[in-house]
């Protein structure tokens, strides 16, 4: 669901589950996708990062997933672990170099 | 590694009083960016500096100007402060003008709270 003032739409899972966290973006000439963690009182840390000429890439424990038609991100965390609850934005950069953030998700991982 | 650093971290002021926030960029970058986040908000883009050359505008109020000095350090003015520019503000900083693939490295940030 969407965010509306204080409340970001939640994910709660369990420690050792798989994540995905999704993104829908506006901007059909964004050529570059970013997704970042925030946990609280803190700066949005980079996870990982995608051109729009890839519609899959994998890091450690992250796979970020581009579906161009339908303008829609997403986030897979494998073996999810409760140093992983934070706050996860997607940012889309809209063709030029300023970043677009989406409503974020918070993440609660539970031990 | 080096990464972005911002001071003050927390900030405290009265309405109509005038802050300055100050971001020092990872070594070597040359492009500064700030954001504003609000609580339980999404960071929102206020301004940009690549070679202390204004590179894109923002939702930045007019009673806040910024500038990049020559070491690449930057700094953010707010004046006339009003009790909605209470918010965590964040600096960003990526090297050679922040192309479209260039990833932007965040700051710790700075809380600034107007009483």
């Known amino acids: 669901g969407e965010s509306v003032g204080l409340h970001l739409p939640t994910l709660s899972v369990q420690e050792g589950d798989n994540s995905i966290i999704n993104c829908a973006y506006s901007?059909?000439?964004?050529?570059?996708f970013i997704w970042y963690k925030q946990e609280s009182g803190k700066g949005p840390q980079f996870i990982i990062d995608?051109?729009?000429?890839?519609d899959k890439r994998q890091g450690q424990r992250v796979t970020v997933l581009l579906n161009k038609t339908v303008k829609h991100l997403s986030l897979q965390i494998a073996a999810t672990q409760p140093g992983d609850s934070a706050v996860y934005f997607c940012?889309?950069?809209?063709?030029?170099?300023?970043?677009?953030f989406g409503k974020g998700t918070m993440l609660l991982v539970s031990p | 590694a080096a990464g972005v650093i911002q001071s003050p971290r927390h900030l405290i002021k009265e309405k109509r009083e005038t802050a300055t926030l100050k971001c020092y960029p990872i070594?070597?970058?040359?492009?500064v960016y700030w954001y504003q986040q609000g609580p339980g908000q999404d960071p929102q883009f206020l301004i940009s500096?690549?070679?202390?050359?204004?590179?894109d505008k923002g939702s930045i109020p007019d009673r806040f100007s910024a500038q990049q000095f020559s070491d690449y350090h930057s700094e953010l003015n707010m004046s006339s402060l009003e009790l909605g520019d209470s918010a965590l503000y964040f600096c960003?900083?990526?090297f050679g003008g922040g192309g479209h693939s260039d990833t932007q490295y965040f700051g710790p940030g700075t809380r600034l709270t107007v009483l």
């Open positions: 940012a889309e950069n809209g063709g030029y170099s300023t970043l677009t």
């Open positions: 995608i051109r729009s000429n890839m």
């Open positions: 070594p070597r970058h040359d492009t």
């Open positions: 500096f690549y070679e202390k050359m204004q590179s």
């Open positions: 901007n059909s000439a964004s050529d570059y």
């Open positions: 960003a900083s990526t």
